[in-house]
Nanobody, 115 residues
Framework: QVQLVESGGGLVQPGGSLRLSCAASGIAFNIYDMGWYRQVLGNQRELVATITTNGGTMYAGSVKGRFTVARDNAKNTVYLQMNSLKPEDTAVYSC?????????WGQGTQVIVSS
């Protein structure tokens, strides 16, 4: 059974930092591209960052320079380091594992940026 479990969300003040984690099980993690997405209730889910199997990264323009995605294949985990957080970063953040037509999603973790 495939499971992706996110953690690390919470309430943070503007300008603060959070590190999200997504732990995968039930898949050969090292052969999956991984992505972080976020969604505000009522809006479409948007891509935040991706990291390929060989470590190539891509970021949405709105987070470039503030967020960093990384993976640890030994721990079957992908991370999203979020710095200089803004209120508009408030959303549910989910991770996705992709390989060809196979896509698996986690349940998401809430991030609230507010003073």
């Amino acid at each position: 059974q495939v499971q992706l479990v996110e953690s690390g969300g919470g309430l943070v003040q503007p300008g603060g930092s959070l590190r999200l984690s997504c732990a995968a099980s039930g898949i050969a993690f090292n052969i999956y591209d991984m992505g972080w997405y976020r969604q505000v209730l009522g809006n479409q889910r948007e891509l935040v960052a991706t990291i390929t199997t060989n470590g190539g990264t891509m970021y949405a323009g709105s987070v470039k320079g503030r967020f960093t995605v990384a993976r640890d294949n030994a721990k079957n985990t992908v991370y999203l380091q979020m710095n200089s957080l803004k209120p508009e970063d408030t959303a549910v953040y989910s991770c996705k594992a992709s390989m060809g037509w196979r896509n698996y999603w986690g349940q998401g973790t809430q991030v609230i940026v507010s003073s």
